[in-house]
């Protein structure tokens, strides 16, 4: 099996560097790489169940990326070992216009979110949500988060407010959960980088201006709910609705 990626420039690797940056600081589940042809698919998880009597949906990051070579290839590996060989990439990289390749870490055992694909046609679009709505919600739910979690509480208990917090529905948009915002806003989906980054953002979420208004699209295809910006899409799946 190929265990390589090769991108078109080094700009494409540096918003891949980002955007797996961003997912890293949100969940620990490794991301999936999903290669057909000359596209790249990026998911990533940002919420997931803890276990088969828990009802939080399953909330995933996907961003497409092009290649410069035909490639076939459907893995999981480690984000962090990831970013780090981008890193020496990006130092040995000397030509802004040629392609870069990636050499891949190992292969992980998949996580319970890679283990469902979502599709990849038939999707219908829906509703539309603007985005300063999703970026406050984002940014409500964030602090609520931080104010009943505190230094010292147990994994079950914040577990458990995140939970509460980020499956309540959208206005709206009700087929989505609040977590699909907070997904749309942490990686980047929005257009707006937080002030101090991403970890200064979940530390506090003070408030700053708005973003110009925009609109981020709903499609549904089953039992899959997907919130697309032309930045990247949310990928929701909710555990009531599994057969």
């Known amino acids: 099996m190929n265990r390589e990626l090769s991108l078109v420039d080094p700009l494409s690797l540096a918003d891949l560097q980002v955007y797996l940056g961003r997912a890293d600081r949100l969940d620990d589940g490794g991301v999936r790489l999903v290669a057909a042809g000359r596209i790249l698919a990026v998911y990533v998880s940002v919420l997931s169940p803890a276990g088969?009597?828990?009802?939080?949906?399953?909330?995933l990051g996907l961003r497409t990326f092009a290649l410069s070579q035909a490639t076939e290839l459907d893995t999981v590996v480690e984000t962090r070992p990831v970013i780090d060989r981008i890193a020496r990439l990006q130092v040995e990289s000397t030509d802004a216009a040629a392609p870069v390749v990636l050499p891949l870490p190992p292969e992980i055992r998949a996580k319970s979110w890679a283990a469902i694909s979502p599709p990849r046609s038939g999707w219908t679009a829906g509703a539309t949500a603007p985005t300063d709505m999703l970026e406050r919600v984002a940014r409500a739910g964030i602090d609520e988060v931080a104010q009943a979690v505190l230094p010292g509480t147990g994994e079950q208990i914040v577990h458990r407010v995140r939970s509460e917090v980020w499956n309540r529905p959208l206005e709206g948009a009700e087929t989505l959960p609040a977590g699909a915002a907070f997904a749309a806003f942490t990686l980047g989906f929005l257009g707006r980088e937080p002030a101090g980054g991403l970890h200064a953002l979940l530390q506090s979420s003070a408030p700053q201006s708005s973003a110009p208004a925009?609109?981020?699209?709903?499609?549904v295809a089953g039992t899959w709910t997907r919130l697309s910006t032309h930045r990247g899409h949310v990928l929701v799946r909710r555990r009531s609705l599994l057969g």
């Open 52 to 59: 088969i009597l828990d009802e939080s949906p399953t909330v």
């Open 214 to 219: 925009e609109s981020a699209t709903v499609f």
